[in-house]
């Protein structure tokens, strides 16, 4: 086997469980409140709660424009996302029903959904690999500025829920805000450069 594709399979596991994790802290926390997530997770989120749209499929295509670039300048990006963007996708479709499982109040889906977000995503961001779509594009800005890559990803999300407050409302929108700070914050201490 050639050196790329051992590589790929050690990273296999970690897209694996990070997958996992962000499929519970989608389905098991946001879902159940209608709270949004930022960056392409948090655009296919508004399309699944407005029009029932399947948030995994939709995160497949929104995040090929970004793989597509990646694809053309930066391959070695394009194949450490594209595999996390499949598997992560499938993941959050196939988990859909377990959204009437934990049935907590909004407060701790909050807390327990942004860690769970943010350790799935900084796993696979420290590991070199993603979930394609604006994780994506956080890892082509971190590389380009030398900037810690959870706060990059903190950025990106705060655009995007803010372009989301109107559909939101106040009270969901700082709930979705407090979920976005914990995964940032979460995803910054896993990849943290030592």
Same mark, same amino acid.
Not at 19 to 46: C, E, K, M, Q, R
Not at 91 to 99: A, H, M
Not at 116 to 135: A, F, N, P, V
């Given at each position: 086997? %050639? ?13 694996? =469980? ?8 989608? !389905?098991?926390?946001? =879902? ?51 595999? $996390? ?20 109040? =909004? ?7 942004? =860690? ?17 779509? %604006? ?12 900037? !810690? ?19 939101? $409302? ?20 896993? %990849?943290?450069?030592?």
């Amino acid at each position: 086997m %050639t050196k790329k594709v051992i590589i790929i399979f050690r990273k296999i596991p970690v897209v694996l =469980v990070g997958s996992l994790l962000l499929s519970i802290g989608i !389905n098991g926390f946001l =879902v159940p409140h209608y709270l949004l997530d930022g960056g392409t997770i948090g655009i296919a989120l508004i399309l699944h709660y407005y029009f029932e749209f399947p948030t995994g499929v939709t995160m497949i295509i929104l995040g090929f424009p970004l793989c597509w670039f990646a694809w053309v300048y930066e391959r070695t990006y394009f194949y450490n996302s594209f595999y $996390g963007l499949i598997i992560s996708s499938l993941l959050i479709d196939w988990l859909e029903p377990i959204k009437d499982q934990f049935q907590l109040s =909004v407060f701790p889906s909050v807390i327990f959904g942004g =860690v769970c977000i943010g350790t799935g995503i900084g796993l696979m961001l420290r590991y070199e690999t993603s979930t394609g779509g %604006t994780d994506l594009l956080a890892q082509l800005l971190s590389k380009a500025f030398s900037l !810690n890559i959870g706060i990059v990803i903190l950025i990106i999300d705060g655009f995007i829920i803010t372009a989301g407050l109107p559909l939101l $409302g106040p009270k969901t929108f700082l709930f979705s805000c407090s979920t976005i700070f914990i995964g940032g914050m979460t995803t910054s201490l896993l %990849t943290k450069k030592e």
